[in-house]
């Protein structure tokens, strides 16, 4: 560990809370200015934000790194973007140049000096390669980045798409690095994260806790907080009695609506369910026999009743999906029509029709976040009425997201939130150059091709009624082809006490957790 530069970021936050909160010690948040916050998972991933696409992560590059751009605190809308590091920003008449005016004087975490262009040049290079980013398929439409000065930076794409700003805002392969810092560490910059936001990188303790504390030197002012003790608490029933004993000041809900209605009827909190909903979908990888077969695809969408998935998950928390783009995305189409009925008979005809009478087993890789794994064992309850086996093996979350690139999943449960625009989502779950395996591939799991033309098509059309004209039709391609099954869009469900006052309404987050900003504080 740089010792002499962490030094630095600890004596200016300084106290008894921050050396409490760097030793990891369990104290009640209001007393030391800590915000002790509770997440689902056993440990982190990898720290680091062009790498990491996993929920636990998420909202922390939030409080760590900032983007060119970023969603106003409290909100997941494209039309909610503000700036961020860039002051400013104008784009050409094309839609091809991009030109961002950078805030003078804001300074990377720990010593590691002011933040330029050239941090930002470095950051979007970084995100565009597959080597060192989950993103890179994103950045494929950039030609060049450029900076001019040290406070500005060109971007010049390729071809126009549908919302540039997305790509930059604080989110995912947006996220602004210090090159300084990425350089000197190498690998070692994903245990170890420097970025420019609020908070700061404190201590990581593994299968422990993740500490962060209060960058002093924040852009917007100094965090009202001391300091962030994010804690991996995997069990439901511990971190539950965590946030009911006080020892929890925020707490990442269990996706249903009993722990909703549970947790609303404590005294002195308040439950936020909010957007942008997570949609889970079922991938089917087409590469792989018996799924080659479109009956038999088909078969496990008529097996799949997405109304045991309402009354499992709740009808207050969660939402049928219905089309591989989730709703509220701009270019959504409702594929409703097209996905077949259920029925669990129809699915037995279906795959004795292909050749499989005593129906079939298929082998399922799937993450040990309790969340997701219900969702899958009773997906795996419902296929097994149709004959439809699934061979479930459930490994840790980073294993899980190792393996299933590695195509070694014949059903990969997925549950993802992106910028709300179809491009995005079609883009990296459907599209011929995103399949898993190939250069820059991440995240189609089906090697689903059916809709190039209508994704590649939208993406440069200028007339929007012709553009979602183009994405409802490569959402009707895909339901034909019958690449997934979309099962529902869960709303994501959080917990604070009443003496935590974030700062802002919140509605709606795309870093899957609630921002804490330099504004939130707790109530005296």
Not at 155 to 162: G, Y
Not at 171 to 182: L, T
Not at 373 to 396: C, H, K
Request: glycine share 8%; aromatic share 8%.
């Amino acid at each position: 560990m740089r010792l002499t530069k962490l030094a630095t970021g600890i004596l200016l936050a300084g106290g008894v809370a921050l050396a409490a909160l760097t030793t990891g010690q369990a104290i009640a948040g209001p007393d030391t200015n800590i915000l002790n916050v509770g997440i689902a998972a056993p440990d982190a991933g990898r720290l680091d934000p062009h790498l990491s696409a996993t929920t636990i992560d998420k909202a922390v590059f939030g409080w760590m790194f900032n983007g060119l751009v970023r969603f106003k605190p409290g909100t997941a809308s494209p039309e909610s973007v503000e700036p961020d590091l860039a002051e400013s920003w104008e784009a050409s008449a094309d839609g091809l140049e991009w030109t961002f005016k950078l805030r003078q004087g804001v300074q990377c975490h720990h010593g590691y000096g002011e933040l330029t262009s050239d941090d930002v040049v470095y950051s979007l290079a970084r995100a565009a390669d597959k080597e060192r980013s989950s993103f890179s398929s994103d950045f494929a439409v950039f030609d060049k980045v450029e900076a001019p000065d040290p406070y500005t930076v060109k971007i010049t794409l390729k071809n126009p798409v549908p919302s540039l700003l997305g790509l930059v805002t604080n989110y995912h392969g947006g996220n602004v690095v210090c090159k300084k810092a990425a350089e000197e560490m190498g690998a070692d910059f994903q245990k170890r994260p420097i970025g420019t936001g609020p908070f700061m990188f404190g201590e990581y303790t593994p299968q422990q806790s993740l500490t962060l504390v209060a960058n002093p030197d924040y852009f917007r002012g100094a965090p009202q907080l001391a300091g962030i003790n994010y804690q991996y608490i995997p069990s439901d029933s511990a971190r539950d009695l965590a946030f009911q004993s006080g020892e929890l000041d925020m707490v990442y809900g269990k996706q249903d609506q009993t722990w909703a209605e549970r947790t609303k009827g404590l005294e002195g909190v308040t439950v936020h369910v909010m957007e942008p909903a997570e949609m889970s979908v079922m991938y089917l990888n087409m590469a792989s026999k018996p799924l080659d077969d479109i009956r038999v695809r088909k078969a496990i969408a008529m097996a799949t009743n997405r109304d045991q998935f309402m009354d499992f998950k709740g009808r207050d928390v969660t939402r049928v999906a219905n089309s591989p783009v989730p709703q509220g995305y701009l270019g959504h189409a409702d594929m409703s029509a097209l996905m077949p009925a259920y029925d669990v008979e129809g699915a037995k005809a279906l795959l004795a029709e292909a050749g499989y009478p005593d129906g079939i087993t298929l082998k399922v890789i799937h993450t040990a976040l309790p969340g997701m794994l219900g969702t899958m064992e009773v997906f795996q309850a419902q296929m097994a009425q149709a004959g439809i086996n699934l061979d479930l093996e459930v490994v840790e979350h980073a294993t899980f997201h190792a393996q299933i690139r590695e195509d070694l999943s014949q059903i990969v449960h997925y549950s993802a939130a992106r910028f709300p625009v179809a491009d995005t989502y079609l883009t990296q779950f459907y599209h011929s150059n995103s399949i898993v395996g190939t250069p820059g591939g991440i995240t189609n799991f089906s090697h689903c091709a059916v809709a190039d033309a209508e994704i590649d098509g939208a993406r440069v059309e200028q007339d929007p009624a012709k553009q979602k004209e183009l994405w409802k039709t490569a959402q009707e391609k895909i339901m034909n082809e019958i690449c997934s099954v979309p099962i529902y869009e869960n709303l994501q469900i959080w917990a604070t006490r009443n003496n935590v006052d974030l700062g802002y309404d919140l509605i709606g987050s795309l870093t899957l957790g609630p921002p804490v900003t330099e504004t939130t504080h707790f109530v005296k």
